[in-house]
């Protein structure tokens, strides 16, 4: 019966498999191979059910390009990818979280350059120079949609320095034509903190991308896509806080992460209209029997449902939390988050055998790390 369905009837009913399932199906035969590689979606619609996967990318790569590190929630497994496809070492910057990509710079020189790569296809695009050069410009993406159910998705660059200062322009990369333009100014004041008091980690909600930014206190910066109007949010505690990050929020509003110490924090919710925040989670100060750091090195992740703790360094342990109840109803905000401690290591893709190593080869190196859904579609990269 397979044999005899449409190429696209086939196509549909494989777009909604989550990853493993789809990698299976594409060994089984070269006519499912080939279906596989023909859904514009890359199988987003299975994506979207399931646990985005939790990346890590050394922070500091050498020309021998180390690998990096997956791990999925559901599977409880590690996986090393290898990224020698790629030309030049890079650092990592986001997540395309539509397409299964990851968004990179080049990690060599002062010149600041962009890349897309894909390391479950070994596939990677390198995007043309900015209009006007600069460095270390605030960098946020927008997921869209294409006609065809084809994964587009905006890049935006803010701020950034040049030889004269700090750069006043944003400009915005599109997908579908594949170049970039300008798209109005970034205030004077905006463009200093974005270019040196952020980590380069966006979160979209509500058609605004935001940036935490960490001069003195703690707060965040937006920019409303639709009008390129700029706005300051000011974040709880902002004083206080040794550790925070902004994440999305199921809700689709904004939401935030942080403590003010050893194994204290909080998951904050940004109210309709950035009124206020309201507290929607507690993170423990101890996790399965073990206290986690959660001092100032502490780096956070978090999607939907989901909130990856981490430190600098690779080796070390990581807390992941996973909201199971309604952020909505009463009660205690403990009991909406169960909370997991995942020991940072991986196994080795050797086939035929599996061999435990260290995540990095040990602790010391630093990383950074992102969620993203992954994707066996080269579309996005032709």
Same mark, same amino acid.
């Given at each position: 019966?397979?044999?005899?369905?449409?190429?696209?009837?086939? %196509?549909?009913?494989?777009?909604?498999?989550?990853?493993?399932?789809?990698?299976?199906?594409?060994?089984?035969?070269?006519?499912?191979?080939?279906?596989?590689?023909?859904?514009?979606?890359? /199988?987003?619609?299975?994506?979207?059910?399931?646990?985005?996967?939790?990346?890590?990318?050394? %922070?500091?790569?050498?020309?021998?390009?180390?690998?990096?590190?997956?791990?999925?929630?559901?599977?409880?497994?590690?996986?090393?990818?290898?990224?020698?496809?790629?030309?030049?070492?890079?650092?990592?910057?986001?997540?395309?979280?539509?397409? *299964?990509?990851?968004?990179c710079r080049l990690a060599a020189g002062s010149r600041f350059r962009l890349?897309?790569?894909?390391?479950?296809?070994?596939?990677?695009?390198?995007?043309?120079?900015?209009?006007?050069?600069?460095?270390?410009?605030?960098?946020?993406?927008?997921?869209?949609?294409?006609?065809?159910?084809?994964?587009?998705?905006?890049?935006?660059?803010?701020?950034?320095?040049?030889?004269?200062?700090?750069?006043?322009t944003l400009e915005v990369y599109e997908s579908r034509a594949g170049v970039?333009?300008?798209?109005?100014?970034?205030?004077?004041?905006?463009?200093?903190?974005?270019?040196?008091?952020?980590?380069?980690?966006?979160?979209?909600?509500?058609?605004?991308?935001?940036?935490?930014?960490?001069?003195?206190?703690?707060?965040?910066?937006?920019?409303?896509?639709?009008?390129?109007?700029?706005?300051?949010?000011?974040?709880?505690?902002?004083?206080?806080?040794?550790?925070?990050?902004?994440?999305?929020?199921?809700?689709?509003?904004?939401?935030?992460?942080?403590?003010?110490?050893?194994?204290?924090?909080?998951?904050?919710?940004?109210?309709? *209209?950035?009124?206020?925040?309201?507290?929607?989670?507690?993170?423990?100060?101890?996790?399965?029997?073990?206290?986690?750091?959660?001092?100032?090195?502490?780096?956070?992740?978090?999607?939907?449902?989901?909130?990856?703790?981490?430190?600098?360094?690779? *080796?070390?342990?990581?807390?992941? *939390?996973?909201?199971?109840?309604?952020?909505?109803?009463?009660?205690?905000?403990?009991?909406?988050?169960?909370?997991?401690?995942?020991?940072?290591?991986?196994?080795?893709?050797?086939?035929?055998?599996?061999?435990?190593?260290?995540? /990095?080869?040990?602790?010391?190196?630093?990383?950074?790390?992102?969620?993203?859904?992954?994707?066996?579609?080269?579309?996005?990269?032709?």
């Amino acid at each position: 019966m397979w044999d005899r369905l449409p190429l696209d009837l086939l %196509a549909h009913i494989f777009s909604f498999l989550p990853p493993l399932s789809l990698a299976r199906a594409m060994a089984v035969c070269g006519h499912w191979h080939a279906c596989v590689l023909s859904d514009p979606s890359g /199988g987003r619609r299975g994506r979207a059910a399931s646990c985005p996967w939790f990346l890590a990318m050394h %922070a500091r790569p050498v020309a021998a390009k180390p690998p990096c590190y997956v791990y999925s929630l559901e599977l409880r497994r590690w996986h090393a990818l290898p990224l020698d496809f790629l030309p030049f070492p890079v650092r990592l910057v986001a997540s395309v979280a539509n397409a *299964g990509l990851l968004l990179c710079r080049l990690a060599a020189g002062s010149r600041f350059r962009l890349l897309l790569c894909n390391p479950f296809t070994r596939q990677h695009k390198l995007l043309p120079d900015l209009i006007v050069p600069r460095s270390n410009p605030a960098v946020g993406v927008v997921p869209g949609d294409a006609p065809g159910g084809a994964a587009s998705f905006q890049i935006y660059a803010a701020g950034g320095a040049t030889g004269g200062g700090y750069e006043p322009t944003l400009e915005v990369y599109e997908s579908r034509a594949g170049v970039w333009r300008r798209a109005g100014a970034t205030p004077a004041g905006f463009a200093v903190r974005l270019t040196v008091w952020t980590p380069n980690e966006s979160v979209v909600a509500g058609g605004v991308v935001y940036w935490m930014t960490s001069a003195r206190a703690y707060s965040v910066m937006g920019l409303e896509v639709a009008t390129g109007a700029w706005r300051e949010v000011k974040v709880p505690l902002a004083d206080r806080l040794e550790w925070a990050a902004l994440v999305g929020r199921r809700s689709g509003r904004l939401g935030l992460v942080g403590g003010c110490g050893q194994g204290e924090g909080w998951v904050w919710e940004l109210t309709e *209209g950035e009124q206020s925040w309201v507290v929607v989670g507690v993170v423990p100060e101890e996790v399965e029997g073990r206290k986690w750091a959660g001092g100032a090195a502490t780096r956070c992740v978090g999607g939907d449902r989901e909130v990856y703790l981490y430190g600098g360094e690779l *080796g070390k342990g990581m807390v992941v *939390g996973r909201e199971v109840g309604d952020s909505s109803s009463s009660g205690h905000e403990e009991e909406r988050w169960e909370w997991k401690w995942i020991e940072e290591y991986c196994c080795s893709a050797i086939p035929g055998r599996e061999k435990a190593v260290a995540v /990095g080869g040990g602790g010391g190196a630093p990383f950074k790390g992102v969620l993203f859904h992954p994707s066996l579609s080269p579309s996005c990269l032709r």
